[in-house]
């Protein structure tokens, strides 16, 4: 009798593993609908620990630089340009047979003083910053040309009422600035895809605003290849239908959909409207009753993730024809920028792997939304695998 009841146990054990390792990865599980992404920090690509390289290839097949890409860290002075840490960032995801994807090119936020300053100190013209855009967007564009998929040209450049951002490329510039950036990366690699990426579009105002920009760079001859919702979002914001509106929206206007910097803000705001502002200059004062999940999300927390991603994901599947692309901004809850902003020193849970790199909930229930999915497409325009048509 023992001896039969060690072999239902095996069998048990064996029928448990090989349920498990039946279970798809991320990359796997959407490969008919979008490519699935993450926003990585040096850390990860440089190969300092191959439990996480192999984590990170084995769940995503598109990666975006989380910083190294952006003019603070890539051009630091005017005849100074540091490739080092992009150039392993990119030969991480070539190596692996990834999509890659430049992040940022022009930005309001992460872009040295010297950028806007003359040699006094003083704030240049529109032709010597009109220059300085050039020579940075040929310069950064024609080192990774043929290799990066896809650039987020312009960054954040409107307001929540949809009206052009005040910063120093408006005042300097003029609203042209946007049209000349796409202009510059156009020239710099012509078969490289152009995005506008932005928070908050699924704010109507700010979407008009959206709306109205593509719209004019497209009477310019420069429509760009796609929009970049960020997606950062919380447990309540934006409704279904809100983010139903803005797909539908940006689909009408022929561009693709990214999903760019998806995760999912668990912590309670402390300001009057649900609505997410992911401004990085915004800071608030920290208190004890913004940070209450300290020593660990409760399950009943972990489920509410859960069915928030859920939720999301369905109505991204819905929408696969219009989305390319969905890219998590960050690999675990641990490094989440979302711990520092707009409080410092919050412990916030807004990902599908914990601080441990454990799969939560949330991760699971995202696999299920792309099981569950009855009417599947099949036909060649959703096979988004990393092929070689991506990364070249």
């Given at each position: 009798m023992k001896s039969f009841e060690l072999i239902l146990s095996v069998a048990v054990f064996c029928l448990f593993a090989k349920a498990l390792s039946a279970q798809p990865t991320l990359r796997e599980a959407y490969e008919k609908h979008f490519l699935i992404g993450v926003a990585l920090s040096e850390a990860h690509y440089t190969?300092?620990?191959?439990?996480?390289?192999?984590?990170?290839?084995?769940?995503?097949?598109?990666?975006?630089?989380?910083?190294?890409?952006?003019?603070?860290?890539?051009?630091?002075?005017?005849?100074?340009?540091?490739?080092?840490?992009?150039?392993?960032?990119?030969?991480f995801g070539e190596t692996n047979g990834m999509a890659i994807i430049g992040h940022t090119l022009i930005w309001h936020n992460d872009t040295p003083d010297w950028v806007f300053l003359d040699d006094e100190g003083a704030q240049v013209d529109r032709e010597t910053l009109l220059k300085r855009m050039r020579d940075h967007i040929?310069?950064?564009?024609?080192?990774?040309?043929?290799?990066?998929?896809?650039?987020?040209?312009?960054?954040?450049?409107?307001?929540?009422?949809?009206?052009?951002?005040?910063?120093?490329?408006?005042?300097?510039?003029?609203?042209?600035y946007l049209i000349r950036a796409f202009e510059f990366a156009r020239e710099a690699d012509p078969d490289a895809e152009l995005y506008y990426n932005d928070f908050g579009l699924e704010n109507e105002e700010k979407r008009i605003g959206a709306l109205r920009l593509l719209r004019r760079l497209k009477d310019e001859g420069i429509l760009p290849d796609g929009i970049g919702i960020q997606g950062h979002v919380n447990l309540n914001w934006p409704s279904a239908q809100q983010l139903e509106d803005t797909l539908n929206d940006?689909?009408?206007?022929?561009v693709k959909v990214m999903i760019t910097e998806m995760d999912v803000d668990v912590l309670p705001s402390g300001r009057k409207t649900e609505m997410v502002d992911a401004d990085a200059t915004r800071r608030q004062e920290a208190s004890s009753q913004l940070n209450p999940y300290q020593e660990g999300l409760p399950e009943e927390k972990q489920q509410e993730l859960a069915t928030r991603y859920a939720e999301l994901f369905s109505?991204?599947?819905r929408h696969s024809d219009t989305i390319d692309r969905i890219t998590f901004w960050g690999l675990g809850d641990g490094e989440s920028w979302l711990n520092e902003f707009p409080i410092e020193g919050r412990t916030n849970y807004p990902l599908l792997f914990d601080r441990k790199l454990k799969k939560k909930p949330a991760y699971y229930s995202v696999i299920s939304a792309a099981q569950t999915l009855t009417d599947s497409p099949s036909d060649d325009k959703h096979q988004r695998t990393a092929s070689a048509d991506d990364t070249e």
């Open positions: 190969g300092e620990d191959p439990e996480v390289s192999q984590l990170i290839t084995s769940e995503f097949n598109t990666v975006t630089a989380e910083v190294a890409m952006k003019w603070k860290y890539l051009h630091p002075h005017e005849d100074v340009y540091t490739f080092e840490s992009a150039d392993r960032f990119v030969e040929h310069t950064v564009m024609g080192h990774y040309r043929g290799r990066v998929k896809g650039w987020d040209v312009v960054n954040e450049a409107l307001e929540w009422n949809g009206e052009f951002r005040d910063c120093p490329w408006l005042r300097i510039i003029g609203e042209d940006f689909a009408a206007e022929g109505i991204y599947l």
